[in-house]
């Protein structure tokens, strides 16, 4: 009696594990005992079509829960004016109810059973039962990091105000937010992305697991963040075979970027060791996207590089495309000696962008809806952060720049400005050099802006800012040697600065970046690239 209630006990064990355990998409095996190759193995080509119908009906289900959801405005109008009378709630009887919830469950009880009769799902939900660490787990299978522990659990909570996004809270503003700001701002955290994108993602997870060249040196991981979402993260360690390598580059995805798919392979063609991200809300990252839940998830994604991966600050570089730009901005302000930041395509401010693409009426509500909920104020971090930096516009940016066709509407400018202002305000601080600044990023060829430069020699001007760092490191005013140069010379030491910071991409704002333009960030410290 004692043995079959073992049995039976572990039946019911398995089956509520299945019940409610993630979902299995491939099974990566060694390929005939070989360590050194990989074979992946779908899990759909071993599943019953019990579990596969099963699985087909409860994705109906989700996509008419989103549907739902986005229609709900119109319902609650309907309700509200009709009451009982509504069609809705006509439509909506008991027995179609019962119906409904019938199919819902029994449609999970299905797929639970469907399970514990899969041998390769058996031998994962194992595993994900032993508490074996995220990372261990991705070597052996992909899947939906549900409940899986993480490889860190960050307690490093960022300093920004985190407010009320529900409905309840400011009806009016939450509604607007979560229905229309928070779609339009980060459209890859949709359930319609999401999905759409689902196998483009699974496929860019594993080209690096199967990839001969960086197989064994990829390791995925599931990072906690200190207000409890899950960040799915992907490092591919290339310290001892490259010369790059003992460079750590963060790389930071745009609104509807994923590192499966972004900049994480611009960063790594280059030899570097490169981490990627995704958003909160993006792919099989948990939670909502915002400034709040951004900024705690770069912060714990950095403790993970530091603290497990074990790369000194100094040796780490941050990259930002995009929206990717704020939370690149944001832990550069927070970690003062991080070794270089690089921002691609980024804008100032949300609230100026945001103006520009919305009617001029409401452009009040714009700005108190992205103040409150999502204030991704660049350029007021990046002015805290003293280190190796460039930028890299698109110059036929066709999402924050106004006019494609016209460099100087691209709301990127504005950074580039702010951040020269406040660590060279003896240079910047005129109405002539930024009358001339604004002219250098009114054109996108650096050529034509050297032509209106009579008598530029680049190597006079290296030599002042030498001199200028000199003095800094002997404890005197480096501003000495700036203020006896004539205005001539300031704007041509302000173009020095700039061309050293600065790059342009003639392409648009999703095309891909040239490889030559994914350099180093400038020093003025030591006046080169470090």
């Not at 959801?69 to 509200?80: E, G, M, R």
Request: hydrophobic share 35%; charged share 25%; proline share 5%.
């Amino acid at each position: 009696h004692h043995y079959l209630l073992s049995i039976l006990m572990n039946v019911m064990s398995r089956f509520f594990k299945s019940l409610s355990g993630p979902h299995l998409y491939y099974t990566i095996r060694e390929s005939h005992g070989d360590p050194d190759s990989k074979d992946i193995i779908s899990y759909s080509s071993n599943q019953s079509p019990v579990e596969w119908f099963s699985d087909l009906i409860l994705v109906a289900f989700e996509w008419t829960y989103t549907i739902i959801k986005y229609v709900s405005p119109l319902i609650a109008i309907s309700l509200c004016r009709d009451g009982c009378e509504s069609s809705y709630v006509k439509w909506l009887t008991k027995s179609r109810m019962a119906c409904i919830a019938a199919v819902f469950f029994g449609s999970h009880i299905a797929r639970g059973l469907a399970r514990c009769m899969n041998a390769d799902y058996i031998a994962f939900i194992d595993d994900v039962s032993t508490k074996m660490n995220s990372t261990m787990l991705f070597r052996k299978y992909d899947f939906d990091p549900v409940n899986v522990e993480p490889a860190l659990e960050s307690k490093t909570a960022c300093k920004l105000k985190n407010v009320d996004a529900s409905v309840l809270g400011w009806p009016l503003f939450g509604f607007i937010y979560t229905w229309i700001a928070r779609p339009l701002a980060y459209p890859g955290s949709t359930f319609l992305l999401n999905r759409l994108m689902r196998l483009q993602l699974d496929n860019g997870r594993l080209y690096n697991f199967m990839s001969e060249e960086n197989a064994k040196r990829t390791y995925r991981a599931i990072v906690k963040t200190a207000d409890g979402n899950r960040i799915d993260t992907m490092f591919l360690d290339r310290r001892t075979v490259h010369e790059n390598g003992e460079t750590l580059v963060i790389t930071s995805e745009g609104n509807a970027g994923y590192y499966e798919l972004g900049c994480f392979d611009t960063a790594q063609k280059h030899g570097y060791s490169t981490l990627g991200w995704n958003h909160p809300g993006f792919a099989k990252s948990t939670g909502k996207p915002s400034d709040v839940t951004d900024a705690n998830a770069i912060l714990a994604v950095y403790e993970y590089a530091v603290d497990e991966l074990k790369f000194p600050p100094g040796q780490i570089m941050l990259y930002g495309w995009s929206i990717g730009g704020f939370p690149t901005c944001y832990l550069a302000s927070q970690q003062l000696d991080i070794g270089g930041v690089i921002l691609d395509a980024t804008f100032s401010d949300i609230k100026t962008l945001a103006r520009s693409r919305m009617p001029e009426s409401i452009g009040g509500l714009v700005n108190a809806i992205a103040e409150r909920y999502f204030n991704l104020d660049n350029a007021h971090y990046l002015v805290q952060y003293p280190g190796p930096l460039r930028f890299i516009r698109r110059s036929r940016d066709e999402v924050i720049g106004d006019d494609p066709g016209r460099p100087e509407t691209n709301h990127g400018n504005a950074l580039v400005k702010t951040v020269l202002l406040k660590r060279y305000p003896e240079i910047v601080d005129n109405e002539v050099v930024q009358g001339a600044l604004d002219n250098w990023l009114a054109v996108d060829n650096p050529s034509e802006r050297k032509r209106i430069l009579v008598g530029y020699d680049e190597k006079k001007y290296e030599q002042i800012m030498k001199d200028c760092n000199d003095s800094k490191e002997s404890n005197r005013d480096p501003n000495d040697c700036v203020r006896k140069l004539s205005e001539d010379d300031k704007i041509k030491l302000a173009y020095y600065i700039f061309d050293k910071m600065f790059d342009d991409c003639n392409n648009g704002h999703n095309g891909m970046l040239s490889r030559s333009l994914f350099r180093k960030p400038w020093s003025p410290a030591s006046d080169k690239t470090v």
